[in-house]
C-alpha cells in the first residue's frame, strides 16, 4: 500500500488530520489498534474550544456539534463555600462548547466513511520505519498477516503510550515531565447536571469538579489518592463525598443516580521535543500531556492538527517545507503555554500533601484575588477559552 500521510492513531488528533487533509486533497490511511468500539468507549474530555469547533467544520464534522452541543459562556469557581461566576464572554467575546470527545470521534468516524477513506482498524505491531530518509514506511500486523505502507509523511497521533514517540531515539528527544501525588476518580451518570455551567471548587478535603455531556448526563470528579481504586468508591460513596465538598446550594440541586462509568485518572504534564523527526511528526496525546483541571487535552491535539494540516498543504501545494520545517516550534509554543496553564489550574484548587496550611493560605489568597480583579478573572478566560491559533 501506499499513500502520501500514513496516520498512526485513530483518536480524535489522527482523525481530525486524516478529515482536514482529505478535504485539502491529501490522500490518508490510519492505522488504528484498537476497534472502532473500544475507540468510542473511551469516556474523556468535554469541553472545547471555538477553534477547535471551527476545525470541526471546516473538517465537515461539525454539524452535530453545532446542533446539540451545550455553549458555556462562563465557569463558577467555589471556594470557602462560596461560588463565584467569572464571565469568560464578557472578558474574551468567545465561549466553549460542552460536547463530549466520544462525539467528536463518532462523527469525524462518519466523515472518513462517508468519503470512502481508509482505515485499519486491529492493526497489530505498528512500527514506523525510516523516517530520517525520504522514504518513510510502516510496517504493521493484520489478521495475522505482516503488511507495509509505504508514504511521504508519517503522523504519529497515537496518544501517550503510542508507539511513534517510542520509536523515536533517544538521543533525538528531551522530555519534560511532572507527576503530581493526587488522581481524578470521575464519574458518568444519566441525571441533569446541578448547574447549567461547570462548578470547580477547592475545599479542604480536596478539589472537585462537577461537569455535564448534556442537560441529562452528568460528569462528576473528585480529586483522590493515587492508590485508590474504582472498587472502594461505590457509587454513594461518591455522591457523599461530592457532597460534602461542594457548596450548600449545588447540594441541594445535586440530583444523584446510578453512574455508567468511573474510572481513576493520574494527572500529570508531559511535553517532548521536538514534534519532528526527519518525516514523522508527533501531535497530540504522542507529544504531550496536561492535567485535565484546564481542559486543554482534546484542544490542543486540535490546534496541533491545525498547524500540522496547513504544513502538509503547503508542501503538497506550493513545494514549500517552510510549513513542516516551522511545525514544531510554532506547535510548541503553543503547548507549553497551555501546560503552563493547566498546571497553574491544577496548583490552585488541589489539596497538595506536602504544602501544609501555608499552601492552602496561599490557595486562597489567590483564588480570593482572581475572582475579584477584572484583570487575573480576564488571564484566566482568555488562557480558558483557547488562545489563537
Ligand atoms: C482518562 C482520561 C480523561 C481525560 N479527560 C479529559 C478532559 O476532561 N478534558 C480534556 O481536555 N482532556 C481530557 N483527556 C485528554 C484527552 O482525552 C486527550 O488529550 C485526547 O484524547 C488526545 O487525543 P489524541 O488523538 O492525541 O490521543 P488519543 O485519544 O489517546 O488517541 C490515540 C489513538 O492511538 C491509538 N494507538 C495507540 N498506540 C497505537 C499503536 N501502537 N498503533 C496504532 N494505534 C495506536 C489508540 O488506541 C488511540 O485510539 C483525558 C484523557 C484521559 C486518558
Avoid at 449545588?250 to 508531559?270: C, D, H, M, N, W
Wanted: a negative charge.
Amino acid at each position: 500500500m501506499r499513500t502520501q500521510v500514513a496516520i498512526i492513531g485513530a483518536g480524535p488528533a489522527g482523525l481530525l488530520l486524516g478529515q482536514l487533509l482529505h478535504i485539502y486533497g491529501i490522500d490518508t490511511v490510519i492505522l488504528e489498534r484498537q476497534t472502532p468500539d473500544y475507540v468510542l468507549g473511551r469516556i474523556r474530555a468535554g469541553l472545547l474550544e471555538e477553534g477547535t469547533v471551527s476545525l470541526l467544520q471546516e473538517a465537515g464534522a461539525g454539524a452535530r456539534a453545532l446542533r446539540e452541543g451545550l455553549v458555556h459562556q462562563g465557569v463558577e469557581i467555589a471556594f470557602n463555600g462560596e461560588r463565584h461566576r467569572i464571565d469568560m464572554h464578557a472578558a474574551t467575546g468567545k465561549t466553549l462548547m460542552i460536547y463530549g470527545q466520544t462525539e467528536v470521534t463518532r462523527d469525524l468516524m462518519a466523515a472518513r466513511a462517508a468519503a470512502g477513506l481508509t482505515t485499519v482498524y486491529q492493526a497489530a505491531d505498528v512500527l514506523p520505519r525510516d523516517f530520517d530518509s525520504d522514504k518513510p514506511r510502516i510496517s504493521y500486523v493484520k489478521d495475522g498477516v505482516t503488511q507495509e505502507i509505504a508514504c511521504d509523511f508519517i503522523a504519529g497521533c497515537d496518544g501517550f503510550h503510542g508507539v511513534s514517540r517510542a520509536s523515536v531515539p533517544e538521543t533525538a528527544i528531551r522530555t519534560f515531565e511532572r507527576v503530581y501525588p493526587f488522581g481524578w476518580l470521575g464519574i458518568l451518570s444519566e441525571t441533569p447536571p446541578v448547574s447549567h455551567e461547570l462548578i470547580y471548587t477547592n475545599h479542604a478535603r480536596g478539589f472537585s469538579l462537577c461537569t455535564m455531556r448534556s442537560m441529562h448526563r452528568s460528569r462528576y470528579y473528585l480529586q483522590c489518592s493515587l492508590e485508590d481504586h474504582v472498587d472502594q468508591w461505590p457509587d454513594e460513596r461518591f455522591w457523599d463525598e461530592l457532597k460534602r465538598r461542594i457548596d450548600a446550594k449545588a447540594v441541594a440541586q445535586l440530583v444523584t443516580g446510578p453512574s455508567i462509568e468511573k474510572s481513576i485518572a493520574p494527572l500529570r504534564s508531559f511535553v517532548a521535543e521536538p514534534m519532528r523527526f526527519g518525516r514523522m511528526f508527533l501531535a497530540g496525546d504522542a507529544a504531550h500531556i496536561v492535567p485535565p483541571t484546564g481542559a486543554k487535552g482534546l484542544n490542543l491535539a486540535a490546534s496541533d492538527v491545525h498547524y500540522l494540516s496547513r504544513a502538509l498543504r503547503q508542501f503538497y501545494d506550493e513545494k514549500s517545507a517552510a510549513g513542516i520545517d516551522a511545525y514544531s516550534e510554532t506547535a510548541l509554543s503553543r503547548v507549553w503555554k497551555a501546560v503552563r496553564f493547566s498546571w497553574w489550574m491544577t496548583s490552585m484548587l488541589h489539596k497538595f500533601p506536602d504544602t501544609g496550611e501555608f499552601g492552602a493560605r496561599i490557595q486562597l489568597a489567590e483564588l480570593d484575588y482572581l475572582v475579584n480583579s477584572k484583570a487575573a478573572s480576564a488571564s484566566l478566560s482568555e488562557n480558558y477559552v483557547g488562545l489563537p491559533f
